[in-house]
């Protein structure tokens, strides 16, 4: 590993130089400022961050602190206030809508901690979804999708809907939907959230699975031991990172 | 080539949203059924209207009165030179007047003409038996006329010192001056009388346009004589039919708006209880051109769904008023369809107009929260 304990990326240092090879997320400064009425919430002050290829990173904080925020920024759902954020090399913050929406089908997983599957679609259809967008002919989607749902345990559930699915297996669709386009990373927000503690350790040995392919993973957590099965923890308090270091595990492997 | 088979996957879900919507699409459906089967059913009607009107005013009689000068009877040949003048289905008759005296002393009218004519031109007449063709001295005796003769059966009238006899076989009853007459063929009269006849009655089928060129053709072709429409009938007419135009119009507007309102409140229903689902689309790649192509395309397929029904039942419909008011069968008109076609997307595009701005400004980010 690269990265020496504790890692110091916060708001002191700058990241204008913009990426190194090997990095996947690079932000500057990044600011995100809500307007609400004629109040303003800075949610996000001024985060650098960088992430390498291949890295598994779950970002911890408290409520309120702009762990979503961050996590809609990285995943192109939404754009900086200020600040500047390289996803894969390419400057991604002055993007319009539909660039975005390009970037997204094509670089980035999404898991919410609510699943948001299409309620009156088949897990297939569900994961063919992101490949609707790209154009991928039919018969290539469906292989891929029956491929990916495979991967993911669910082989013979792919006709069922959302509504005859256990919560741990609606994730699992979730997932296979986020992987199916090979995106460059990741983005689960509290992706057990929902879920009980067994299921949410199934779940979390499928991202160990997809880490160990090469995946690279960031994950929102609240929880201490779910953050552990990370290698890496960023630690997000009023809106700038207030930590950075590698998990007690990983530490532990280091010799 | 990715261009098509994005549109063949559109069209794929378009297939699943309306299938899994049913309750939905079924409503807007309906709603776009009923717009294109009433659009259908008044735009036919409308294409027949003005000539199935005109023959029901046909049976009103007369619309233009050629009268000579009191000092200048009609010359024979006179009403072939009209009939030649007026288009083919005009019908005119010719009448002398006389005034007789009936055997009980009183003086009547005497109306000299041709039945055959004559109860082509007023199918309105009340007559209980006309006279049989070629019946020379059959006469019809008006309602009130009746009361001036002694004998109603073996009528005796008196002109100038000179009698004739006729045989009574009808009675005849308009509510109008007629009542008082007594009417006898043509030339009974002229023999009888020395009375040549003064007057041509002509019926012009059409509307006031057409009744106006005929008058303007005799008017020219008959300088001698004094050529008048029969005013009430002719604007009576016209009023009639472009009344019934307007409300024809009114009524198409008037249900289109209804339509719209209910198909937007049906559009928008569905976005509105999709946004978390459009909003997932927009997170996973699908540009607005997509999300929105995928909605404008539904709607449209419920508008082209809504027409095909509604032009079969609307055209059904008009052919069962037109059984049930005119007796006579309307046919469907395959030219009504595009105007109703038209009416349906212009419907369908208003009504997601809302909707559409809904679509544009979902942001993803912000409805995918949770909760
Ligand atoms: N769409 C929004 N409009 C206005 N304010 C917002 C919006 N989204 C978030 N905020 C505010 O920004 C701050 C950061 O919110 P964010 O959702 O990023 O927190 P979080 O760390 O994810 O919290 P939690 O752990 O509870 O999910 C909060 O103060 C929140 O109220
Ligand atoms: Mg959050």
């Known amino acids: 590993m690269a990265l020496e304990i504790p890692v110091d990326s916060t708001t002191t240092t700058t990241n204008a130089a913009g990426p190194n090879p090997g990095e996947v997320i690079v932000t500057d400064n990044l600011w995100k400022t809500y307007v609400m009425g004629d109040q303003q919430?800075?949610?996000?002050?001024?985060?650098?961050?960088?992430?390498?290829?291949?890295?598994?990173?779950?970002?911890?904080?408290?409520?309120?602190?702009?762990?979503?925020?961050?996590?809609?920024?990285?995943?192109?759902?939404?754009?900086?206030?200020?600040?500047?954020?390289?996803?894969?090399?390419?400057?991604?913050?002055?993007?319009?809508?539909?660039?975005?929406?390009?970037?997204?089908?094509?670089?980035?997983?999404?898991?919410?901690?609510?699943?948001?599957?299409?309620?009156?679609?088949?897990?297939?259809?569900?994961?063919?979804?992101?490949?609707?967008?790209?154009?991928?002919?039919?018969?290539?989607?469906?292989?891929?999708?029956?491929?990916?749902?495979?991967?993911?345990?669910?082989?013979?559930?792919?006709?069922?809907?959302?509504?005859?699915?256990?919560?741990?297996?609606?994730?699992?669709?979730?997932?296979?939907?986020?992987?199916?386009?090979?995106?460059?990373?990741?983005?689960?927000?509290?992706?057990?959230?929902?879920?009980?503690?067994?299921?949410?350790?199934?779940?979390?040995?499928?991202?160990?699975?997809?880490?160990?392919?090469?995946?690279?993973?960031?994950l929102v957590t609240h929880e201490p031991d779910i953050a552990e099965y990370a290698n890496r923890i960023v630690t997000i308090r009023d809106g700038v990172v207030a930590g950075d270091q590698l998990s007690t595990r990983n530490r532990n492997q280091q010799p | 080539m990715a261009r098509s088979v994005t549109k063949l996957s559109l069209l794929g879900m378009l297939r699943r949203s309306l299938v899994h919507r049913r309750a939905r699409s079924f409503s807007a459906l309906i709603a776009m059924t009923v717009s294109a089967g009433v659009a259908t059913a008044l735009l036919t009607l409308y294409a027949d209207l003005d000539t199935k009107l005109h023959k029901e005013f046909r049976s009103f009689g007369a619309n233009v009165v050629m009268t000579a000068p009191a000092d200048k009877p009609l010359a024979a040949g006179v009403l072939e030179k009209v009939q030649r003048a007026l288009p083919a289905d005009a019908v005119a008759a010719e009448f002398a007047y006389a005034v007789a005296t009936t055997d009980k002393g009183t003086p009547v009218v005497a109306a000299g003409t041709d039945f055959a004519a004559v109860r082509r031109l007023n199918s309105w007449w009340q007559v209980d038996a006309w006279p049989a063709e070629g019946d020379a001295d059959a006469a019809i005796v008006g309602q009130r006329a009746a009361g001036f003769v002694g004998d109603a059966k073996a009528l005796k009238l008196a002109f100038a010192g000179r009698s004739i006899a006729l045989r009574s076989v009808g009675r005849l009853s308009t509510g109008g001056d007629e009542d008082s007459r007594i009417y006898m063929p043509l030339a009974?009269?002229?023999?009888?009388?020395?009375?040549?006849?003064?007057?041509?009655?002509?019926?012009?089928?059409?509307?006031?346009?057409?009744?106006?060129?005929?008058?303007?053709?005799?008017?020219?072709?008959?300088?001698?004589?004094?050529?008048?429409?029969?005013?009430?009938?002719?604007?009576?007419?016209?009023?009639?039919?472009?009344?019934?135009?307007?409300?024809?119009?009114?009524?198409?507007?008037?249900?289109?708006?209804?339509?719209?309102?209910?198909?937007?409140?049906?559009?928008?229903?569905?976005?509105?209880?999709?946004?978390?689902?459009?909003?997932?689309?927009?997170?996973?790649?699908?540009?607005?051109?997509?999300?929105?192509?995928m909605f404008l395309l539904e709607a449209v397929a419920l508008a082209l769904a809504g027409v095909a029904a509604g032009f079969v039942i609307g055209s059904a419909a008009a052919w069962a008023i037109s059984e049930g008011n005119f007796h006579t069968a309307t046919l469907p008109h395959l030219s009504v369809l595009p105007v109703v076609l038209a009416l349906n997307l212009v419907i369908a595009a208003m009504a997601a107009l809302f909707p559409v701005r809904v679509l544009r400004g979902l942001q993803p980010a912000a409805l995918l929260k949770g909760e």
């Open chain 2, 188 to 293: 009974a009269l002229t023999q009888w009388t020395g009375v040549a006849p003064s007057v041509i009655e002509v019926q012009v089928p059409g509307g006031a346009a057409t009744v106006e060129a005929a008058i303007a053709r005799l008017k020219q072709e008959f300088p001698e004589l004094q050529i008048q429409p029969v005013r009430q009938l002719v604007e009576g007419e016209s009023k009639i039919v472009d009344r019934t135009h307007a409300l024809m119009y009114g009524a198409v507007v008037l249900i289109a708006l209804t339509v719209a309102v209910s198909v937007l409140a049906t559009l928008s229903a569905s976005v509105l209880e999709r946004r978390r689902d459009f909003a997932l689309m927009k997170a996973l790649g699908g540009s607005q051109g997509q999300l929105m192509g």
């Open chain 1, 41 to 218: 919430v800075n949610a996000l002050r001024g985060v650098n961050l960088r992430i390498r290829h291949s890295e598994y990173v779950a970002i911890m904080g408290p409520s309120g602190s702009g762990k979503s925020t961050l996590m809609n920024l990285i995943g192109c759902l939404d754009s900086p206030s200020q600040g500047r954020y390289w996803l894969n090399g390419h400057d991604v913050s002055q993007l319009n809508d539909d660039e975005l929406a390009r970037i997204r089908n094509k670089e980035i997983g999404f898991v919410f901690q609510t699943f948001n599957l299409l309620a009156r679609a088949t897990s297939l259809h569900n994961v063919e979804l992101p490949l609707i967008y790209n154009g991928t002919p039919t018969a290539e989607r469906t292989a891929r999708a029956k491929e990916v749902l495979e991967s993911v345990g669910l082989g013979s559930r792919m006709d069922h809907k959302p509504n005859e699915l256990s919560g741990g297996q609606r994730q699992r669709v979730a997932i296979a939907r986020a992987l199916v386009n090979r995106p460059s990373i990741i983005l689960a927000d509290e992706p057990t959230g929902n879920l009980d503690s067994k299921t949410s350790v199934e779940i979390m040995a499928l991202f160990q699975e997809l880490h160990a392919k090469g995946n690279t993973i960031v």
